[in-house]
């Protein structure tokens, strides 16, 4: 079965500079959630869209921007990068209808030098 | 504002010994509970789940957890683990209309061989 594919798997990126990680979710889900694991940590939520439309906020930094867009992949956008946001960075999506469980992708990894 | 408990942050245990990890939540409406398995570098894997009925939900692997509505808890256990249960174990919950998972801090279980 298709399962939620994210990507890059694995980024890395310098203080202040910019990233951009993408999430497909399973066919036919209309809901897409973006966590953030810090090492050690429980899952924190960031942001979540339904329909194309951000349906819930999270601890998510100013810093950073997320959309959904027409086929239903979502985009996370990260500005500034700080080494604090060194993280895996899991997707995962949902179909709204009969509050259906999240299946999560397999994260992006992003380390900040 | 929702919260989820889980006491043990680390569990050791022989093969074929008997598993329960302790999770509390505080909501004082309708939730969905959730157990979600994370094995060594790999992304979140839903257990198993509670909507409603039946109590005592079986999940795959062998695991089962039992929502208790008066305790507000759902212990997740196992009668005989293996050592490829070796993992890390998250509880959570959603609540509301947007479906946002909130996880506990994650139980660690090293089963030794």
């Known amino acids: 079965a298709a399962g939620v594919i994210q990507s890059p798997r694995h980024l890395i990126k310098e203080k202040r500079e910019t990233a951009t990680l993408k999430c497909y979710p399973i066919p036919r889900h209309d809901t897409v959630y973006w966590y953030q694991q810090g090492p050690g940590q429980d899952p924190q939520f960031l942001i979540s869209f339904y329909e194309k439309m951000q349906s819930d906020k999270g601890s998510i930094p100013d810093r950073f921007s997320a959309q959904q867009f027409s086929d239903y992949h979502s985009e996370l956008n990260m500005s500034s990068l700080e080494l604090g946001d060194s993280a895996l960075y899991f997707c995962?999506?949902?179909?709204?209808?009969?509050?259906?469980?999240?299946?999560f992708g397999d994260g992006t990894r992003l380390s900040i030098l | 504002a929702q919260s989820v408990s889980q006491h043990n942050h680390h569990v050791i245990l022989s093969e074929a010994a008997s598993l329960e990890l302790g999770c509390n939540y505080s909501?004082?409406?309708?939730?969905?509970l959730f157990w979600y398995v994370q094995y060594p570098g790999q992304h979140l894997q839903l257990l198993l789940k509670y909507f409603s009925g039946d109590p005592l939900v079986k999940g795959i692997k062998g695991f089962e957890a039992e929502f208790i509505k008066s305790k507000f808890s759902f212990n997740l256990r196992k009668p005989s683990v293996q050592w490829s249960d070796t993992a890390e174990y998250f509880c959570a919950v959603n609540a509301g209309a947007t479906n946002k998972l909130i996880f506990g801090t994650g139980t660690l279980l090293a089963v030794q061989p």
């Open positions: 909501y004082g409406g309708t939730v969905n």
């Open positions: 995962a999506s949902s179909s709204r209808e009969g509050g259906q469980p999240q299946h």
